[in-house]
């Protein structure tokens, strides 16, 4: 019990020495205060911070003119029909979004297989999400265009992005005009392939067996070809703008968007001209695809018979198809699409 109590006594002792130590180190008075230093330099005003969104709603906004551009693009064939899924290195520079970029910076016509491959689209002909600024509406490419089936250079103003795709691919053997040679075809499916408009529009990449080769005014007098027609005033979604299309059905019947050519052509006239410029050359392709069936190198369905054939017989086949996947029915242009047929013909009926 005493040790308990020395215990108690020697805390105490100790907790009073802590208390009078305390004690000794408090604070004096506040001393006076010391004289001002020396002012700083004044900061300039505040300047507000830039809106985040300033920049896109110079393209996004409330008018609605992107969404309706959306709305016809999301209805054309390029959106829905481009077979963007043929992927293969000959096949994707055209059919996929991303290769086309990457062709017209490198030049080549063929590429790796793409990774989530898209359809043309805004990103493809238009420098989107660039500056954030409407200078995103710039074209990818205004460049002329080098044909590649024959070195030809053309130069159709902002519709050289078109051209870039819409010629003839380059057929492994190339036939050539006025050889006696005979040439040997391998594949049902050799030929311009599809869409080769941009050089019927310059007038070159026909096989030109004989002479007397013209162009239509629309190769000369059109600026920028292909957009001033195809993309003008829009009808809907179903005609013009980015749906591109020169059709629409009214009533039960189809009618020229007729809004890019009336600067030119007599509204009044211009179905009439039309219907006859087309029965004209449809006459024509069919006199060409008779001669065709009947030597045996062309088929019911329009694709070459492979085997060997005279020069001018492969010519005659590489006609017929570059008029008929060129679709216009000779409105692009008349003169060179006639001759061509014409040409033909007569060199398959000597």
Request: with cysteine.
């Amino acid at each position: 019990m005493k040790k308990v109590n020395l215990i108690y006594l020697l805390s105490a002792v100790l907790f009073g020495v802590m208390l009078i130590m305390a004690s000794c180190t408090k604070e004096g008075p506040a001393g006076a205060n010391g004289a001002n230093g020396v002012d700083g330099q004044d900061g300039e005003d505040g300047i507000d911070g830039q809106d985040g969104t300033a920049t896109c709603v110079q393209c996004h906004d409330n008018s609605q003119v992107m969404f309706a551009k959306v709305m016809q693009w999301e209805s054309s064939t390029h959106a829905t029909g481009g077979n963007f899924e043929r992927n293969g290195e000959a096949c994707a520079p055209c059919h996929t979004s991303q290769e086309f970029l990457e062709r017209i910076v490198t030049g080549s016509q063929t590429s790796s297989v793409i990774n989530n491959p898209n359809p043309p689209n805004c990103y493809t002909c238009h420098n989107i999400h660039d500056s954030y600024t409407p200078e995103d509406w710039s074209l990818t490419t205004t460049a002329p265009v080098t044909i590649w089936i024959n070195g030809v250079s053309t130069d159709q103003g902002n519709a050289n992005v078109c051209v870039e795709c819409h010629q003839s691919l380059v057929p492994d053997p190339i036939p050539v005009p006025d050889s006696k040679e005979d040439i040997t075809i391998g594949s049902p499916y050799w030929g311009p392939h599809h869409g080769p408009q941009g050089a019927v529009m310059a007038g070159t990449g026909g096989y030109e067996v004989g002479g007397g080769y013209t162009n239509s005014m629309h190769s000369s007098i059109v600026e920028n070809t292909c957009i001033t027609c195809h993309l003008a005033t829009a009808y809907g979604i179903q005609a013009g703008g980015h749906n591109m299309g020169m059709t629409y059905a009214y009533h039960g019947h189809d009618v020229v968007n007729s809004a890019g050519c009336v600067e030119c052509h007599d509204p009044e006239g211009l179905e009439t001209k039309i219907e006859e410029t087309k029965d004209e050359i449809d006459g024509l392709l069919g006199d060409l695809r008779s001669i065709l069936l009947t030597q045996g190198v062309l088929d019911s369905s329009d694709h070459v018979i492979p085997g060997t054939m005279a020069m001018d017989q492969a010519g005659g086949v590489f006609n017929y198809l570059y008029v008929l996947e060129d679709r216009s029915g000779g409105a692009h242009n008349f003169n060179y699409t006639k001759k061509l047929m014409e040409n033909s013909i007569a060199s398959l009926s000597d």
